[in-house]
């Protein structure tokens, strides 16, 4: 395991597939998993749950981040207009 700057030691990034593609989530901060955690709570609604969605915009690298946005990203269609992305 790598160390971060306080000496702590940083878990590793983690490669994963999605849809066959490769992607690679960063280790998030201790700050960013509790809420992840919080947000995923299945009690929770579902604007907050959106929190999710959040934390792997910051985690994710940016190769992983231009697949994950494509994904979510609703289909285009003449009556949407284009996202902020």
Do not use: H, I
């Amino acid at each position: 395991m790598a160390k971060q700057a306080g000496g702590e030691k940083k878990l590793p990034d983690v490669p994963f597939k999605l849809d066959g593609a490769e992607m690679v989530c960063r280790t998030p901060k201790n700050a960013q998993l509790a809420y992840l955690m919080a947000a995923a709570s299945s009690n929770r609604s579902e604007a907050d749950q959106v929190a999710v969605l959040d934390f792997f915009e910051q985690t994710l690298d940016p190769k992983s981040l231009a697949v994950f946005r494509k994904r979510v990203r609703p289909p285009r269609t003449a009556s949407t207009s284009p996202t902020p992305w």
